[in-house]
Every structure is written in C-alpha cells, then in structure tokens.
C-alpha cells in the first residue's frame, strides 16, 4: 500500500519548537519533490515548504520563512519539517505530499501524487 504518514505534531507554547516527520511506505520517496501544506479551522490549505528530490532546493512560504526548515534523508525514505519559533497562527494540521517531479513548483510540489493523513500541531499557552 503506497502511502505517506506524518507524526511528530503536538501543543506547544509560542516560541516553542516541533519537528514533523513524514514517512513513506511502498514507494521511494527519492524520486519525488515533497511539500508541506497546512490547514486551519475555517481556511482554505496552504501550501508552507517543498524539497526537491534531492534535498538541493528547498522553498518557503513567507509567513515561514527563517523559521522553518525542511530537509530529507532519503535512506530514511523520511521529509522533516523543523518548526521554531511558532506563533499561534502556525496553529493547523500539517500534511505532506509527494509530487511527480523531481523539482518544486515554488514552495508546492508539481502534479501531486500522494498525501498523507495530517498531523495536528497546536500552538497556545
């Protein structure tokens, strides 16, 4: 069964920090180009951070920007997404997903292929 799960979301105080993981099964992740994308109550998803294949190039949405960091140990089959300093507003389920091309298409991937559940990550004091 091809799929991607994420884990490592959870509450934390502001300014704190999370580390999300993203895990595949049945395919390699190797070969595709992986995304972060976020969903609050009420909006619509947003696209946050995207890896190339490789790892080479890395994007971020602005509101992330020196934040964030995305990376990837593709003998781990596994995308981080290391979260520091959140706000409040970083409050969301965070999902990957895993584009059909090698590159990114900004901070999204191109032609998504795959998503995985979510996780939830909670932000407050």
């Known amino acids: 069964q091809l799929q991607l799960v994420e884990s490592g979301g959870g509450l934390v105080e502001p300014g704190g920090s999370l580390r999300l993981s993203c895990a595949a099964s049945?395919?390699?992740?190797?070969?595709?180009?992986i995304g972060w994308f976020r969903q609050a109550p009420g909006k619509e998803r947003e696209g946050v951070s995207c890896?190339?294949?490789?790892?080479?190039?890395?994007n971020y949405a602005d509101s992330v920007k020196g934040r964030f960091t995305v990376s990837r140990d593709n003998a781990k089959n596994t995308v981080y997404l290391q979260m520091n300093s959140l706000k409040p507003e970083d409050t969301a389920v965070y999902y990957c997903?895993?584009?059909?091309?090698?590159?990114?298409?900004?901070?999204?991937?191109?032609?998504?292929?795959?998503w995985g559940q979510g996780t939830q990550v909670t932000v407050s004091s």
């Open positions: 049945g395919f390699t992740l190797a070969y595709y180009a």
């Open positions: 997903a895993a584009g059909r091309h090698f590159y990114c298409s900004g901070y999204v991937p191109s032609q998504i292929g795959y």
């Open positions: 890896i190339s294949s490789s790892g080479g190039s890395t």
